[in-house]
Structures are given as C-alpha cells and as structure tokens.
C-alpha cells in the first residue's frame, strides 16, 4: 500500500475509536432540535445564514454524541479514541467516506480499526439533517483547511444508502 493509503487508514482507525458506552444523560440536556431536510449545498451570501445554523447545530450534536470520545477539542484519548484534528478522512474534499463512518462505526476500517481500544459505534440512529449538521461542524472546526461548504442531508442519504458496506 502507498503511503497516502496508510495514512489515511491510520487517520480512519483514529476516527472510528469512540467509545463503545453512550454519554450519560443530565437533567438539563436536551435534545436537538431537528433541522430542515432542505438545507443547500453551497455557501452563497443568500444561504449562508442557514449554513452557519448547520455548523451551530452541529456543535450541539458533537458535544452529545462525539466530545465523550475524541474530546471537546477533538484530541481524542490516547491508545483509546482517535484525535481527529486534521484527519485525511475529516480533511478531504468529498465527505462520502468520512459520512460511511459516522453512520457505520469503525466496522468500516476493519483492520484499521484495531488501533484503538474502543470501537466507534454506528450512530445511524441520527438522521441525515443531524448527521450533515455534525459533519458540517466538524470539518469547519477540525479539518487540516476548515471545510466551509456544508454538509447536506442529500450527501448524507448517498452514504447511507451505498452498497457493499455494513447496515
């Protein structure tokens, strides 16, 4: 394999970490809201409002579902959960393998997922708008170059329904 390919193998492993626990509940937390399934997939002036709703929402959706695992700041755990500052799979361009992972765990990584001591569970139970919020957020907030074109629930709904991958 070429080094680029273990690298981002690497990268993927450190991703797919999580922990296999969920974060506990507190009397105060509530759920997100949901967001429209209609959200655009440019960063024009007419549709950056909605765009920074999408990154704002997703910081909500990353610290219930992501922060107990690769931190607040996305440093991770050592030899436990990955750090995901500036991830290839975060980094890149197309979100469709780093939304497989989300939505599959690190199931995905297979051998690479061993670098690790918890796996990352599938978080399949979000929908695609919660799931493109929290991609968006992430990529922004953690990629090598913050990615400023959302996620849409569109690019979301082609990685769940991709063939040849686990349910």
């Known amino acids: 394999m070429t080094v ?4 981002l193998l690497a990268l993927l492993a450190a991703l797919a970490a999580c922990a296999r626990r969920e974060p506990a509940a507190t009397a105060s937390a509530k759920p997100a ?3 429209p399934d209609d959200l655009p997939s440019d960063l024009s002036a007419k549709t950056f409002a909605t765009a ?3 990154a704002k929402e997703g910081a909500a959706l990353f ?26 799979g975060i980094s ?4 469709q393998l780093f939304l497989s992972l989300i939505l599959r765990g690190s199931a995905v990584l297979d051998e690479g997922a061993k670098a690790y001591e918890n796996d990352m569970a ?16 992430v990529r ?4 090598a170059q913050p990615i400023t074109k959302p996620v849409t629930p569109a ?10 991958l686990p349910p």
Request: glycine letters at 8%; a negative charge; aromatic letters at 4%.
């Open 140 to 143: 922004q907030r953690f990629a």
């Open 33 to 35: 809201a949901p967001l």
């Open 92 to 95: 890149n361009p197309d979100p």
């Open 4 to 7: 680029r390919v273990l690298a």
């Open 63 to 88: 610290t219930q579902n992501c922060a107990t695992c690769h931190m607040a700041d996305g440093g991770g755990v050592p030899y436990l959960q990955p750090s995901i500052k500036g991830s290839a």
């Open 52 to 54: 920074e709703a999408l």
């Open 155 to 164: 690019d979301v709904a082609i990685a769940r329904a991709r063939p040849g």
């Open 122 to 137: 599938p978080q399949d139970h979000l929908s695609d708008t919660e799931i493109a919020a929290v991609a968006t957020y």
